[in-house]
């Protein structure tokens, strides 16, 4: 794995949350550090018998769950109970997680609690779900992991009535495995801040996969699989759902809530890191341009123009503000600086902020940004009143969707606010934003696109006038309009397929974008052209599966080749194991990837590399479906301990020549890149 050629030290925080107590101390890494807070826990070694006292009852909730599965008990109930049996499993897969003798007392009581749940399932009675606070679980798309969150009602709660929804996003919390998340909820602690008011709002407390390197991949998916999982069990009201986050919940907070605008009827972000590898300039060229994913977040600051978020820390915040941290005498305010760079992003947009020092409102944006006086890493209660009226004005007022719309992206991943869709771009990784006004009750548009090659418009049913950087279009009144750019004119794509290839929405890469959705493992079963290649290819897969679980709380989807449908080339994004020789599929769609590999050479731009030690890594649309992707030889591409810290950056682009290394787990990096637009090498 290649990593960042300026060395900075990582630092980790230990956070207040809210119910839970996280610790935060050093974890090992496999690799050479990279920037980025990935440290782990420090551990107790547990005795032998207490190893055995967990397994045994780990085991008695897997008999309950599978009696229960047979009898077609409700699924959503027995994911309640199998949860419980999961954080057994995952404590003895991975027990360097123990922090202290208490966490594995509380593994105890959580695990006979999960008994005592399976036991009352099968009398047919759950009373877990009646009372005020309740932990449920769901089972995640993903990888199919059972994964728990926590649910708090409001003291005049009416099940009957749609009921608005509060989001939170935790903090730092290194040790918070399921065993301790559950337990924290059974046992609550006071909060360390002022209550948040009770506004008739559902609180869920997401679980967020532990840490999930700063609520990205399953973390990320965690936050939209948690709320669709609550939707199913009480009656939200879709336009009421609000962000909350604070530390790295405040980071991850940034990432979805200004990625996701459209999402939420407003966002309350405390706090955040924000990233300092935008300052290094000597990153490869296929590393450099991917820190516009999700590093970046404060120039996303225009996506404001549609969210009402609220931007708050204290004054006297002494956490790590940067990732990696400042360099030793740099004047900083703590992670307050993430909300003072985001204000100063949007004012540079042309959305002035006014007002006191520590509450300006910004005018043109519903955005607001607060300052906690006398307050370290927290929040006041002052603040913490002003935030509430926040919260309670705009869940008061609802969603709706706006007639004007000012929206930005570096990457088709993310790229929709409410009805329109930025589906592909010129250039990937380079600033593109819409400006979208409708008039006349949506008869009339007026739009302006930047670096945009194809607008995807919806809620146009009454459009009879549409003008899109200055040139009158011709479109035909619907739900849905596609235009697509060509040689510098719109036109409207009657079609509404894009034909050709082209990075568009979640088919752009880089390798690691794949891991943001279901995905499956193929494992090679037949006879490897190269044994070297094979084995290496083998060690690759079994570490992703190993720190994706530890990190993630999950195993992946995995199945041999021989085992694979065309089922699951439509449901997954497949990533693909060995060579030829040993994965019937790599064999398959060999001869349609942008590298040619025989069993003596590789061949990408030109180049030959001698096969015996050489092999592809690489992302590309699905030969076999190609609305997915198809991924050659490679998991996510961050080093280890990004796993488990705030960001973790793609390290192979698009793809890459690698080289066996014996007996190591990641080969050895030879050469890399980026597609162009077209999922075409780049020539020099």
Known sequence: MVLLTK??????????????VCLVLPLVAQQPPAPGRGRGPQSIKPKPEELAQIKSKSEQIDTLVADLKSKHADAALVGDVEVYGKAGHFLLEFPELFNNQNAIDHAMVVLDQGTERGKQLQAGQSPWTSGKSQIHAYYSEIDGSVQPYHISLPENYDPAKPT??????HGRQNNTTESEFIFGFMNPRPPGNAPVADQGQIQVD??????????????????FETIAAVKKRFKIDDKRVMLRGFSMGGEGGWHVALHHPDEFAAAEIGAGTWSRRMEVTDLPAWQAPTREIWEDMEHYALNIFNLPLAGHDGDKDNQTPTVPPPPPGTPNRGQLESSLRTRAQLEKEGYPCKGEPNFLRCEGAPGIFLISQDTGHGTSPLVRTQLDAFLKEWG?????????IRFMTYTSRYNRDYWVSLDGLEKEYVRADVDAKRTDGGKTYDIKTNNVARLVLREMNNAKSVKVDGADMKVKAGPEVTLVKTAGVWKADKNGAWSGLHKTHALQGPIDDAFIDPFLLVRPTGIPWNAAVNEQALRQLARFDRLWAKFFRGHPYVKDDKDVTDADFAKYQVVLFGDPGSNKWIAKVAAKLPVKWTKDSVTLAGKDYPANENFPALIYPNPLHPSKYIVINSGLTIPDNEYNGDYGMPRWGDYAIVKAKDGAEVPDLVTAGLFDESWQIVKP
């Open 206 to 223: 997401l679980f967020g996969r532990i840490n999930s390197a700063g609520w990205h991949w399953a973390g990320e998916a965690d936050v």
């Open 164 to 169: 608005r929804l509060y989001v939170w996003m």
């Open 396 to 404: 008061d007022k609802g969603q709706t969707s706006p007639d004007h």
């Open 7 to 20: 060395k900075f030290a990582a630092l980790a925080v230990c956070l207040a949350l809210p119910l839970i």
